[in-house]
């Protein structure tokens, strides 16, 4: 139906900080997703909806149009791709860095100079084999699924790739960053066709939350 929407998100920090952005745009959630287990959620409007899903997910449903438009973070959309998706906003929020990081007292520059292969434990093995490739540094990546922190710790890993915010979550298990690769946000993907179909009621939306973060 052309006249309703549905707008994809994943729990948690987007969710929280996608809530001013909606709001922005007129748009209230019925219900709290942290609270509630439902997985589609309506809103004070009756022609939008939300539907949770897992952030890697995100990019799938608005990809194949089951959802019109969606948030995720650059993260995702690099490991993904972010093919078929138009992406006309970085919304600046959720942000954080991907970094390398190894145990505290670990001679990175050593292990990278040496010429011997560093195992690297991520859930964005595309991102970490790339910044590998393009500095010449021989890896075998190991993929997880989270706590990546704890692999250097029990001798899964040299070093592992993944997101720092505050920089805590390292410091509690005794890790330190050694690299920065790459500033992530989250960033609007619009499904192309729903850009065509829907543009009256996306369009406005697109705009409130251009508004809303340029404040
Ligand atoms: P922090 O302790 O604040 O540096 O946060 C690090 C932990 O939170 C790691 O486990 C990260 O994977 C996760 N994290 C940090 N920022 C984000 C983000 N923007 N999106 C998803 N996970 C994040």
Redesign the pocket.
């Known amino acids: 139906m052309s006249s309703t929407l549905t707008i994809a998100l994943s729990k948690g920090?987007?969710f929280e900080e996608t809530l001013p952005l909606l709001a922005a745009a007129g748009i209230v959630p019925e219900e709290n997703p942290e609270q509630s287990r439902k997985l589609i959620i309506a809103t004070n409007l009756p022609h939008i909806r939300l539907i949770i899903v897992r952030?890697g997910d995100v990019p799938t449903y608005v990809r194949y149009g089951a959802a019109d438009f969606g948030i995720a973070?650059k993260?995702v959309l690099i490991e993904h791709g972010g093919e078929g998706l138009y992406q006309p906003l970085d919304l600046n929020i959720?942000?954080?860095r991907m970094m390398v990081a190894v145990r505290q007292g670990f001679d990175y520059q050593q292990a990278t100079r040496a010429g011997q292969r560093l195992r690297v434990a991520t859930k964005y093995p595309a991102i970490a084999a790339e910044h590998f490739a393009a500095k010449g540094v021989h890896v075998d990546i190991i993929k997880l699924y989270g706590s990546?922190?704890l692999a250097p710790l029990v001798g899964l890993s040299d070093a592992i790739v993944?997101?720092?915010?505050?920089?805590?979550?390292?410091k509690a298990n005794h890790l330190q960053a050694v690299e920065h690769i790459v500033d992530?946000s989250s960033r609007l993907v619009v499904n192309k066709a729903a850009l065509k179909t829907k543009y009256a009621l996306i369009e406005p939306i697109i705009q409130a939350f251009s508004r809303a973060i340029s404040e």
């Open positions: 920090r987007i952030a973070g993260d959720a942000r954080c990546m922190e993944d997101l720092v915010s505050t920089g805590n979550t390292l992530i």
